[in-house]
């Protein structure tokens, strides 16, 4: 039976017999927005498939009946064109960039990038998906009613989307299927844009399947020539001598490669999110363009052309993890603004005693940039920029950001070596190590049980291995947060197959490193690399408080009272994968010294004076990775007459807080509270 709101929107209930497809002998194809159970029909990695209309002078969203769990697969595929404005000339408008989407509770945003008429996608909430043209002011309420609802009356024409909900994300099938719909009808261009799209992702699919089969592989070949080579070392010289030189050599090979294949598979992933990117901007550009279009109709048809407001970030259906937002647009008009308002949840922004900002009188500037720092509300935000012109006629620009909860797993390994029994002492490595994990636990209320503290003896190349490679992979999830802290010893060693380009494989030296073995007894940063690929957080801060004396010398290891130097080739190759920040603590060429007056190495030292307050230069009580940066980079050098500069490499979306500053008198609040702090 067909709900009220299904006869009200218009729609009506029509089966329409598909020819057949292989393994879905005639699909049923539902235009309306009655959910459809599937049945045996269906192929198997195909959950639902419907169509539903969409009319071009229907205000506000469409139900389509379909249920989306949160990281769920669908495509859309659209046709169809409207007609806006059909008294002052035809204009036909495609679906890309005008088809809007909300899913649950979630922000409305485009549903279509910017000259496709098809998308393939993973639902960002969980809840019912709703369809709806964005007309006029462009822009939906939170309950997914439009601003300006008389702007769709004279719309002629609809929209036909077809949804299909896949059971599993494998382009494989996925651009199978919709080759098969394409070969039925090759006129249809969203199944042209969609096939596109997924044949596009099936390869990055298959390379990647392929490339960490082969990853797979060289591991355990690697494996079982140092099982091999282990045997033979406890053999009489004589009797394995020559086998034991070409395990060897394999195993340099298979290292080789597996650095190579590693780094192709995170050029992969890298490749295929700056696809992903593009398609957003194109998106953006494509909304851009129709804005300043539908503005000139506005001339034509309803005489004086009002303010045009336009937002840069963040993005319609942002989902934001801390309690402020950067607001960043524009505001324009030929004659000029009076003022530009903000508000929140109808809740006006106020800003040194006024209601936003207010333009001088006698200037009336045509043009407004405003970047505003904005609070949110736990949950749906829905903020609103106005602008006014001189004669005090408004517009008015909205977008809805979702506050989630804070970052809740936050993982941390933390390392600190003093007494290597065959390296040179350092002094101050434990100091260092211990501070960085008070600070972690004591002031940013991590969970003690999700710190681990290494020091000394304990550190060893086995319990290294083991913490990070398996333990914490298997911890540290896509949304988690993960740390890692080294203060020690680094090390060079000669490697003219080094990918480097400097001739030289760099170690990290736990605390039975040989260095007259290193490739035995040390962790190699290739490994690190390697280990940082198959950790699947996205927020993954690496802190080395070491360096590599090879590059200015070839000595392994560094004069006393100095840690050893690391290439700018290494940290590019590092942190090629996405969500992968390093900051060392010296550039190449360099030395990472320790202080008796501070009692610490000069960077840790500064490190934490940073993420305690001093590096908060915005003075929100947050620390993010980039004021850490700053602050340690102002001072390392001061304090070592510039001969250490800290480097930072690396990237994630967003903004990484590595540091909370309680409030006066919260401190002691806070080590009695079970919670902890609000931490990104």
Not at 39 to 44: D, G
Not at 96 to 104: H, N, T
Not at 156 to 162: A, C, L, N, P, Y
Request: hydrophobic share 35%; charged share 25%; aromatic share 6%.
């Amino acid at each position: 039976m067909l709900s009220l709101r299904t006869i009200l929107s218009g729609l009506s209930l029509v089966l329409i017999a598909l020819p057949s497809i292989p393994g879905c002998s005639n699909i049923p194809f539902v235009r309306s927005t009655t959910v459809v159970e599937p049945s045996e029909r269906f192929p198997s990695f195909v959950r639902e498939r419907k169509q539903i209309t969409i009319p071009g002078n229907h205000a506000g969203m469409v139900s389509t009946g379909i249920h989306l769990d949160m990281g769920e697969t669908y495509t859309l595929l659209a046709t169809g064109v409207v007609d806006v404005y059909p008294r002052i000339g035809i204009r036909k408008v495609p679906a890309d960039g005008v088809l809007y989407l909300k899913v649950g509770k979630s922000g409305t945003f485009p549903a279509l990038p910017g000259g496709s008429s098809a998308k393939t996608m993973e639902s960002i909430a969980t809840g019912d998906l709703r369809l709806g043209m964005g007309e006029g002011g462009l822009g939906f309420r939170v309950d997914g009613s439009p601003h300006q609802a008389h702007y769709y009356k004279d719309n002629v024409g609809s929209f036909q989307v077809e949804v299909i909900v896949w059971e599993t994300k494998d382009y494989v099938q996925i651009a199978g299927f919709l080759e098969t719909l394409y070969s039925r009808d090759p006129k249809n261009a969203s199944f042209q844009d969609g096939l596109k799209e997924a044949n596009t992702l099936k390869e990055y699919q298959l390379a990647s399947e392929k490339t960490s089969k082969q990853i797979a592989e060289t591991m355990k070949q690697i494996q079982d020539l140092r099982t091999a080579k282990e045997t033979e070392d406890k053999a009489p010289a004589a009797e394995s001598g020559d086998n034991k030189q070409a395990n060897q050599e394999r195993i340099v090979q298979l290292e080789k490669m597996l650095g190579e294949l590693t780094g192709k598979l995170a050029q992969l992933e890298e490749t295929k999110a700056k696809l992903e990117m593009e398609r957003e901007k194109s998106t953006a550009l494509a909304l851009e363009l129709e804005e300043k279009e539908r503005e000139l109709i506005f001339k034509r048809n309803d005489g004086p052309v009002k303010p045009v407001v336009m937002i840069a970030s963040p993005a319609e259906g942002s989902r934001i993890e801390v309690s402020h937002v950067a607001l960043t647009g524009v505001a324009e008009h030929d004659q000029g603004l009076s003022r530009v308002e903000f508000s929140v949840n109808g809740k006006p922004v106020k800003k040194e005693g006024q209601r936003g900002l207010v333009v001088k009188d006698a200037e009336f500037p045509k043009r407004v940039d405003f970047n505003e720092r904005i609070s949110l509300d736990p949950g749906l935000n829905e903020i609103v920029v106005k602008a006014f012109d001189r004669e005090g006629v408004a517009s008015e620009r909205t977008l809805n950001v979702y506050r989630g909860e804070m970052q809740k797993n936050i993982w941390a390994v933390v390392v600190g070596i003093n007494s290597y029994p065959k390296a040179p002492q350092l002094k101050y490595a434990i100091d260092d190590a211990k501070a960085f994990q008070r600070y972690l636990v004591d002031q940013n209320r991590i969970p003690a049980e999700n710190v681990t503290l290494l020091l000394n003896e304990e550190a060893t190349l086995a319990k290294l291995r083991s913490i990070l490679g398996t333990q914490l992979k298997n911890k540290a999830g896509k949304e988690d947060m993960v740390i890692l802290f080294f203060a020690g010893h680094g090390a060079t060693e000669r490697d003219v197959m080094s990918p480097d380009g400097d001739g030289l494989e760099k170690y990290l030296l736990p605390y039975d490193a040989d260095p007259k073995d290193l490739y035995a007894s040390a962790l190699p940063m290739r490994e690190v690399s390697h280990i940082f690929q198959r950790i699947r957080s996205e927020r993954l801060i690496f802190l080395v408080d070491a360096c590599y004396s090879g590059a200015s010398g070839g000595r392994t290891i560094a004069s006393s009272g100095k840690r050893a130097t690391i290439s700018d080739a290494f940290l590019e190759r590092i942190t090629s994968g996405r969500g992968t920040i390093i900051l060392t603590a010296s550039g190449a060429n360099e030395v990472s010294t320790e202080s008796d007056d501070y009692r610490h190495g000069i960077f840790t030292y500064f490190l934490l004076q940073g993420l305690k307050g001093e590096a908060d230069t915005d003075k929100d009580r947050l620390v993010t990775v980039d004021e850490a940066f700053g602050y340690v980079s102002k001072h390392v050098p001061q304090a070592t007459g510039q001969e250490q500069h800290p480097m930072k490499k690396g990237q994630v979306e967003g903004t990484l807080i590595l540091g909370v500053i309680p409030k006066p008198g919260e401190a002691q609040e806070q080590r009695e509270a079970s919670r902890p702090l609000p931490y990104n």
